[in-house]
């Protein structure tokens, strides 16, 4: 009998331990599964054209870190002297977009979002008529259409964007940097490749929800393929520049321990032109699938982890955060009237009055 009885508590002792096992193997699947790669929403082939760069610090890690080869750097600033004033630090970020052993990268100065110029194949120039030597013979002439340039541009990626004004006024805020995203969103659709992708990234929440970058990119021609969360440490080096320049103490020089906007939690929307939201094999679908997408933040979400991946070289983009783009979603039916926050007037005072976004937005500090 008390053979018997041991025989039984051995039994409901190893079932508690396989039970602890299975709980324990569901608890660890919970992180797995969170803790995915983060999206990249470029390879290192692809053709890329940086908008608003600031201290170049994003474009120094695509190409240091990611290998990328085909970059085109450009900033607000008229010429180095300008730039070097705002972050003292860019000159060696600078060196590694000009190095020499990559001729295809390349840093362009002057360049406004709002007046984007088109990067295009150039038209075939027009032949030249033949001389017809002999008078009594009649030439035909034919007329043909010319040809309209194409876009190479795969990727734009604008980081960041505002106009960085120090108006108090935040209803005035909000227009402008809606005013500035829907002339970058038309400026830059010439310049994209067949299949080309948009990519905007801007921190989370208010103020930045009441600029509803989904129906601005709708009501430029464009839609939503998808977004995901911008992960800063998926690129070493890279540090959150303010459009202003550095914080610098009452003695002019670099504030040490300034706020840090990488440490801010941020999200990038992926667009296309209407139409080509099955391109570049960002997760397909089907035309009813991307309107769903558009409308319905879960949806969005389900496609972003069956998207993930792209062209092999995109990320899980499992960094999505359950809920996050439903927020998102009734922001956008919200007036322009409401108020942006303070710390998005680039105020030189330091972290309460944070300096909000980063890299130069093209439309003047």
């Known amino acids: 009998m008390a053979k018997g009885r041991g025989l039984l508590q051995n039994a409901v002792k190893a079932k508690q331990k396989s039970g602890n096992t299975t709980a324990t193997n569901k608890t660890s699947n919970g992180p797995q599964q969170q803790n995915q790669k983060p999206t990249i929403p470029f390879s290192p082939s692809d053709s890329i054209l940086l908008i608003g760069e600031g201290d170049l610090s994003f474009a120094a890690s695509l190409i240091?870190?990611?290998?990328?080869?085909?970059?085109?750097?450009?900033?607000?600033?008229?010429?180095?002297?300008?730039?070097?004033?705002?972050?003292?630090?860019?000159?060696?970020?600078?060196?590694?977009?000009?190095?020499?052993?990559?001729?295809?990268?390349?840093?362009?100065?002057?360049?406004?979002?709002?007046?984007?110029?088109?990067?295009?194949?150039?038209?075939?120039?027009?032949?030249?008529?033949?001389?017809?030597?002999?008078?009594?013979?009649?030439?035909?002439?034919?007329?043909?259409?010319?040809?309209?340039?194409?876009?190479?541009?795969?990727?734009?990626?604008?980081?960041?964007?505002?106009?960085?004004?120090?108006?108090?006024?935040?209803?005035?805020?909000?227009?402008?940097?809606?005013?500035?995203?829907?002339?970058?969103?038309?400026?830059?659709?010439?310049?994209?490749?067949p299949g080309g992708t948009i990519v905007v990234t801007l921190f989370e929440g208010e103020p930045y929800t009441l600029w509803n970058v989904r129906d601005l990119a709708r009501h430029a021609g464009l839609q939503v393929e998808r977004s995901f969360r911008f992960v800063a440490s998926v690129y070493p080096g890279y540090e959150h520049a303010r459009t202003l320049g550095v914080v610098r103490n009452r003695r002019g020089g670099v504030a040490v321990g300034a706020w840090r906007g990488e440490e801010r939690a941020a999200r990038s929307f992926v667009f296309v032109r209407k139409g080509e939201g099955e391109g570049d094999g960002l997760g397909g679908g089907g035309k009813g699938k991307r309107k769903r997408e558009e409308e319905s933040s879960d949806e969005e979400e389900e496609?972003?982890?069956?998207?993930?991946?792209?062209?092999?070289?995109?990320?899980?983009?499992?960094?999505?955060?359950?809920?996050?783009?439903?927020?998102?979603?009734?922001?956008?039916?919200?007036?322009?009237?409401?108020?942006?926050?303070?710390?998005?007037?680039?105020?030189?005072?330091?972290?309460?009055?944070?300096?909000?976004?980063?890299?130069?937005?093209?439309?003047?500090?």
Request: glycine share 8%.
């Open 64 to 193: 240091t870190h990611h290998r990328c080869t085909n970059v085109t750097a450009t900033v607000l600033e008229k010429d180095l002297a300008e730039l070097s004033a705002k972050y003292p630090h860019v000159p060696a970020n600078i060196s590694v977009i000009e190095d020499p052993s990559q001729p295809n990268n390349r840093l362009l100065y002057g360049i406004d979002a709002r007046k984007l110029p088109a990067f295009t194949t150039k038209p075939p120039s027009k032949p030249k008529p033949n001389p017809n030597p002999n008078p009594n013979l009649h030439t035909c002439t034919t007329t043909t259409a010319t040809p309209t340039p194409t876009g190479t541009i795969k990727r734009i990626i604008f980081n960041f964007p505002h106009t960085g004004g120090k108006s108090t006024d935040v209803n005035r805020q909000v227009r402008h940097n809606q005013e500035l995203l829907v002339d970058f969103f038309r400026r830059a659709q010439p310049s994209l490749a």
């Open 303 to 365: 496609s972003e982890e069956e998207g993930g991946g792209g062209d092999g070289d995109w990320g899980d983009g499992s960094e999505e955060m359950e809920g996050e783009d439903e927020e998102e979603k009734d922001d956008d039916d919200d007036d322009d009237d409401d108020e942006e926050e303070e710390g998005d007037n680039r105020s030189e005072s330091g972290p309460e009055n944070e300096p909000g976004d980063a890299n130069p937005s093209r439309n003047g500090d």
